[in-house]
């Protein structure tokens, strides 16, 4: 079990899998007023960035679960690095219908809806594992303007324009599930930089050092052509944050 090799490449450098930087998930961690020993539930875990830095900063509990081997290998690493190992567990294996035996105080998927059909699936999911009055965090893309035609959208990496909403539109949304916006924290460009730009010099080197790679030419194609996209499309029109929801 694993994700496609190709994201095992480009983001093997990362340490946030998402557009959030460091600074980020710390005002998201500051702005849920985390307690000591909150128990946080992650679904698409990556890295581990965030559970072992809130670990670190807020005394939390926390679970991960990713299905990249590398990725939570790098997990587990870090949490060593940073001395907080006897406070999160990282596990290997497919976060889709994964519900906690323990309710968590923070139950989140961010950046990673999928595995729930969408983000109405996601938070049902994660609902089952959240604890009576816990915070669910959902991380997902908006439009930041309104993509023109079909074809700006696909350059955004999107199936159409449809694929995602306006911000407004996308906190209304949560309303209509039944659940209150009690935050959000949201990347800016910066973070758009860090989380794409990054993987451009990764795959750089891994060209360097694998020329006879079955996947050298993928890797060179995106190598090739991200850039412009990236600038023309994505950094222009997605905007992506967290929203920390409560059922109403």
């Not at 309710?103 to 009576?132: D, H």
């Not at 079955?214 to 412009?228: F, G, H, I, Y």
């Amino acid at each position: 079990m694993d994700i496609p090799r190709i994201f095992n490449i480009t983001e093997s450098a990362h340490r946030i899998h998402n557009p959030f930087t460091p600074e980020k998930l710390a005002t998201l961690g500051a702005a849920l007023r985390l307690e000591r020993g909150t128990r946080v539930l992650d679904l698409g875990s990556g890295s581990g960035e965030m559970l072992c830095t809130w670990a670190r900063d807020y005394g939390i509990i926390g679970t991960g679960i990713d299905m990249s081997q590398l990725f939570t290998e790098q997990a587990k690493l870090r949490a060593a690095e940073l001395g907080v190992a006897d406070q999160v567990t990282f596990i290997h294996g497919d976060a889709a219908g994964y519900v906690s035996d323990e309710k968590a105080g923070v139950a989140a998927c961010l950046g990673a809806t999928w595995i729930g059909g969408g983000v109405s699936g996601t938070i049902e999911l994660l609902a089952r594992s959240l604890r009576p009055g816990g915070i669910i965090l959902i991380g997902e893309p908006y439009w930041r303007q309104l993509p023109p035609t079909e074809d700006v959208a696909k350059g955004c990496l999107a199936h159409s324009i449809s694929d995602f909403l306006l911000l407004p539109e996308l906190l209304a949304s949560f309303g209509h599930l039944g659940y209150d916006v009690v935050e959000m924290v949201l990347a800016d460009q910066d973070g758009w930089d860090r989380y794409e730009a990054a993987k451009w010099l990764t795959m750089r080197r891994w060209l360097e050092a694998n020329p006879g790679d079955e996947l050298a030419k993928e890797v060179r194609s995106q190598l090739t052509s991200e850039p412009e996209r990236y600038a023309a499309y994505t950094r222009e029109y997605l905007g992506w944050g967290v929203f920390a929801l409560m059922p109403r």
